[in-house]
């Protein structure tokens, strides 16, 4: 709304995004409690779904995928746009075309690159390996097979980091299975980061950090954007953004960490990370590991570095399944104290009984 008053932004940018904010918040508290079990049970849907068509496509299928994907139009208001036109859906799977030198098909599931598959699929699994307790069960090794096969850096960089956290925060991990796990992820972890499209693309955004395209010159000028607007964020609107964004950079990479901040303000961003870190410790308190909050929160913000999903749809359902969860974990608390105060009436009782 200060955007619409101060910079002349559409009013409809506020109506809609008001609307979305609204439905997500009212859809979420539909599902209430069971909205981490339907998120991950959702994702490990999409993952074998995806993984057998990836296999279809990797092993001679490409052809008929193709002529399946030609019946269907691209949906979203971006249809036409080369990068949608050049990666061919489906609905339940986008088509990686193989680019030249890529040796590898990559695995995008139904979204539109492979790296916001290999974002979600980091975020179930670090909340699987606690709700499971088991690193290598069926589900986990599904979701770390989806984040390899999409061949996504970011997605590596955050499968380690979730194995590392689990290594040394899972109680209920062997000592023998975290020394195996530490063992194991010094080993790979230089072999990983040498493989060609990590070490390429990650020298290529260092690099090039002095640039608006890599996800480092992003963040600069994400800063240069929020010193001139830190209160109310750069002004909504095509029109608008593309006048002040010619001011800073003719094209930039997304970093959606620092894109929060440039979106709506100073306050607004850091207000929306104090939700998502409430949020997180609440997911967690859920699985009874609430210290281990701060190490969702990690996940959920590392995988922003390369995508803009912060102010995505999914990332609100996240924010605002805290407030069920919350109501669900009073609701728990209540009974349980009820409980113990009835089996302690009991336990007097019989002790009265007995004199």
């Known amino acids: 709304m200060l955007q619409t008053f101060l910079f002349g932004s559409p009013f409809y940018f506020a109506l809609t995004l008001g609307i979305r904010l609204i439905t997500i918040y009212f859809t979420v508290k539909l599902i209430g409690q069971d909205f981490v079990k339907i998120f991950i049970q959702s994702i490990k849907i999409i993952s074998i779904v995806s993984l057998a068509i990836w296999l279809f496509q990797t092993f001679g299928g490409y052809g008929v995928l193709m002529t399946i994907a030609s019946k269907f139009n691209n949906l ?5 746009d080369v ?5 061919p859906s489906f609905i339940i799977y986008t088509i990686q075309t193989l680019d030249k030198g890529q040796l590898f098909v990559r695995n995008s599931g139904p979204f539109w690159e492979p790296g916001l598959f290999a974002l979600y699929l980091n975020i179930v699994l670090f909340i699987n390996l606690f709700i499971n307790k088991k690193i290598f069960d069926k589900t986990n090794l599904l979701f770390i097979i989806c984040i390899v096969t999409s061949f996504s850096t970011m997605g590596f960089v955050t499968l380690i980091l979730n194995l590392t956290f689990v290594a040394l925060l899972n109680k209920a991990v062997s000592l023998p299975k975290r020394i195996f796990m530490i063992t194991f992820l010094i080993v790979s972890v230089p072999i990983i980061f040498s493989l060609p499209f990590m070490h390429d693309k990650i020298e290529e955004n260092y690099s090039k950090s002095n640039l608006s395209y890599s996800r480092f010159g992003a ?6 954007i929020v010193q001139d607007f830190p209160y109310t964020g750069m002004p909504s609107g095509e029109e608008l953004m593309s006048k002040f964004y010619s001011k ?5 990479s997304p970093n959606g960490i620092t894109a929060m901040f440039t979106k709506y303000g100073v306050f607004v961003g850091f207000f929306y990370y104090f939700l998502l870190y ?7 308190e859920l699985l009874g ?10 996940i959920l913000v590392v995988v922003l570095f390369s995508e803009t999903q912060g102010d995505q749809p999914m990332y609100w359902a996240i924010i605002f399944s805290q407030f069920p969860l919350e109501n669900y974990l ?11 105060y009835n089996r302690y009436l009991e336990n007097k009782r019989l002790s009265l009984a007995k004199i």
Do not use: D, P, S
Not at 219 to 224: D, F, M, P
């Open 76 to 80: 979203g208001v971006e249809a036409n």
């Open 83 to 87: 990068l949608v036109l050049n990666r």
């Open 219 to 224: 963040a600069i000028v994400h800063w240069n």
């Open 248 to 252: 800073y950079a003719n094209n930039i």
């Open 278 to 284: 409430r949020c997180c410790l609440t997911i967690m």
């Open 289 to 298: 590991e609430k210290k281990k909050g701060y190490a969702l929160f990690i």
């Open 330 to 340: 009073v609701r728990w608390k209540q009974y349980k104290r009820i409980k113990l």
